[in-house]
Nanobody
Framework: QVQLVESGGGLVQAGGSLRLSCAASGIPISINIMRWYRQAPGKQRELVAGIASGGSTTDADSVKDRFTISRDDAKNTVDLQINSLKAEDTAVYYC??????????????WGQGTQVTVSS
């Protein structure tokens, strides 16, 4: 059974930092694309950062230079370091694991999310 469990969210003042962590079980994150999404109230879920199995990373323009994604294949975890938090970063943050097989079949698993609230 695949499980992704996020942790590290909370209430923080604007300008502060948080480190979110996603612990995976049932799948090796090393062969998956790991991503962090967020969903603010009344808005669509948006991709904020991703890291491929080779270690290359991508991030959304809205979080560039403030968010850093990293992975620890030995611990089977992927983290999201969030600095210089802004009120607009308030959202539920979700971890996902994505894999496309050589035959084109797609798998994607999601965590339950962790709330980040930024007070101004």
């Amino acid at each position: 059974q695949v499980q992704l469990v996020e942790s590290g969210g909370g209430l923080v003042q604007a300008g502060g930092s948080l480190r979110l962590s996603c612990a995976a079980s049932g799948i090796p994150i090393s062969i998956n694309i790991m991503r962090w999404y967020r969903q603010a109230p009344g808005k669509q879920r948006e991709l904020v950062a991703g890291i491929a199995s080779g270690g290359s990373t991508t991030d959304a323009d809205s979080v560039k230079d403030r968010f850093t994604i990293s992975r620890d294949d030995a611990k089977n975890t992927v983290d999201l370091q969030i600095n210089s938090l802004k009120a607009e970063d308030t959202a539920v943050y979700y971890c996902s694991a994505f894999r496309r097989t050589n035959f084109g079949k797609i798998y994607e698993w999601w965590g339950q999310g962790t709330q980040v609230t930024v007070s101004s």
